[in-house]
């Protein structure tokens, strides 16, 4: 699938904003601060109607006006679709897919898909179990309807235990009915997460070891609570019994100590811990794995590749890890940004376009 255009009306600093892409490298060059990552927000915010860097979608909206406005054309191998949305100060979002209203944020679930790699997702190696959990929840909810109505189910029960413990008349019995639910919606995602874990180790593996030229084994696995995952069938049970027996703990904490929230995976590099031993090169190309393998995943699931972003990544990457990348890239639309050109040059062809970016407009400049 591929971005074929973009419009943005009071998006960031963007007035208005009408921009083509093609099917290649594109690339988005300019100075710090001129606005874009704000284009490539604004194209991940159309997939799952969240942005990347903030929960706050009012931050998205022009500081001089009430409301703003994505519009994107998505070329895809059977129906094109067009996405628009409208983001509203009063925090409301209204979701149209070629003109027909969507209800649920669910339904926007498989129309467009993108894979974002920036800076930040460094945080993915280093930094804490959140930021894990964070991109098993994205990439499965990316994949699956059912994956984020069940997340969105735990959340919601999980948030109700919290305040039920944190009240006066927190009792063991109540807690029963939140922790029945909480076993049967959070041993979904545990079995969910597991499968996606293997899936990166699958595909992770062999991206890993071609980066490193076979110097590297790459391997992940789920850190959870519960023993003995490899007994599925036997993990909402097990969940249900692990949040029985913190129940008297919770109750002192007022909190929620297990369940999937709490989970989180390691990852290991020629089996040493790549978060506390990894340098920084190799914790970067941990990073450019399961960013690379995310693709493969989606691709294998739902039969296209995601549009891939790449935020002033390559710029962090040492020659040989950027020679990958945009050599990986052939069969994947991707949308660079930059603030110099070095490397890239050499891999623009017939079907790339490059647009100079300054203070929220842009002019096509190849
Ligand atoms: N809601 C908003 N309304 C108007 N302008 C905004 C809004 N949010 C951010 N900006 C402006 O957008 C600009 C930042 O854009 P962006 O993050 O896309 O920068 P960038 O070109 O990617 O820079 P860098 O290379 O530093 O990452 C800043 O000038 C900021 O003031």
């Keep these: 699938m591929y971005v074929k255009g973009l419009q943005l009306i009071n998006f960031r600093n963007y007035n208005n904003l009408l921009m083509e892409f093609k099917q290649g490298v594109n690339v988005l060059v300019g100075d710090n601060a001129q606005g874009k990552t704000n284009i490539l927000e604004s194209i991940y915010y159309c997939s799952l109607a969240k942005s990347h860097r903030t929960n706050r979608d009012r931050e998205l909206i022009n500081w001089d006006y009430k409301n703003a406005y994505i519009s994107l054309s998505v070329g895809r191998e059977r129906l094109d679709k067009k996405i628009d949305i409208k983001i509203f100060k009063e925090g409301k979002k209204g979701i149209n897919v070629n003109s027909i209203k969507v209800n649920k944020i669910a339904d926007l679930i498989g129309i467009f898909n993108v894979v974002m790699f920036s800076p930040e997702d460094l945080d993915i190696v280093k930094g804490s179990p959140a930021a894990r959990r964070r991109l098993l929840d994205i990439e499965l909810c990316k994949l699956s309807k059912k994956y984020y109505y069940n997340l969105s189910v735990y959340k919601k029960a999980l ?9 006066m008349r927190c009792d063991e019995g109540i807690l029963e009915v939140y922790d029945t639910q909480l076993s049967s919606f959070g041993a979904y995602l545990i079995k969910e997460r597991l499968k996606y874990i293997e899936k990166l180790n699958e595909y992770g593996k062999i991206i890993h070891s071609n980066i490193t030229s076979g110097n ?27 949040l029985k027996s913190h129940r008297k703990s919770d109750m002192e904490k007022r909190n ?11 990852i290991k590099i020629n089996d040493i811990d790549a978060r506390e031993y990894g340098s920084q090169g190799q914790q970067r190309t941990s990073v450019l794995t399961i960013k690379f393998a995310s693709l493969d995943i989606i691709k294998s699931i739902t039969g296209e590749y995601p549009v891939l ?3 002033d990544v390559l710029s962090e990457l040492d020659i040989r890890r950027q020679k990958y990348i945009l050599s990986s890239i052939k069969d994947i639309q991707t949308i660079i940004t930059c603030t110099g050109m070095h490397n ?3 891999y623009l062809g017939e079907d790339s376009l490059v647009y100079e970016v300054k203070s929220g407009s842009i002019e096509r400049i190849r």
Excluded at 159 to 167: A, C, H, I, M
């Design 159 to 167: 948030g109700e235990r919290n305040s039920l413990l944190k009240g």
């Design 216 to 242: 590297e084994e790459i391997s992940f696995n789920y850190v959870s609570q519960i023993k003995n995952l490899q007994n599925t069938e036997n993990i909402e049970e097990a969940l249900f019994y692990l």
């Design 256 to 266: 929620t100590s297990v369940g999937p929230h709490r989970d989180d995976f390691d």
């Design 309 to 311: 972003l790449l935020d």
């Design 344 to 346: 890239i040059q050499e």
